[in-house]
Nanobody, 123 residues
């Protein structure tokens, strides 16, 4: 059974850092593009970053470029989202999702989702 499990969320002060993990089971994550999405209260889910099967990375939000880094460790079947210089507007539930080969910023193009991890940026 294909499963994605996010972890690493929490409460952090503005300017702080968190590293989110997306652990895959039931499939080899290296054969899939893995995207990170986020959803703030009252807002639609939006694409944040994605890594393809060839390790090409894309960042869907201008606001995270230079602050967030997506990477994967195929030996651990895990994809990471390193988030630095966090801002209150980064507060959201963060989800990882999988689709075949190529990245996409569109929620409906991903067939497999994790349950999400809460990130709260507040002083």
């Amino acid at each position: 059974q294909l499963q994605l499990v996010e972890s690493g969320g929490g409460l952090v002060q503005p300017g702080g850092s968190l590293r989110l993990s997306c652990a895959a089971s039931g499939f080899t994550s290296g054969y899939y593009a893995i995207g990170w999405f986020r959803q703030a209260p009252g807002k639609e889910r939006e694409g944040v970053a994605c890594i393809s099967t060839s390790d090409e990375t894309t960042y869907d939000l201008d606001s995270v470029k230079g602050r967030f880094t997506i990477s994967r460790d195929n030996a651990k079947n895990t994809v990471y989202l390193q988030m630095n210089s966090l801002k209150p507007e980064d507060t959201a539930v963060y989800y990882c999702a999988a689709r075949g080969y190529y990245c996409s910023a569109y929620v409906h193009e991903y067939g497999y989702w994790g349950q999400g991890t809460q990130v709260t940026v507040s002083s």
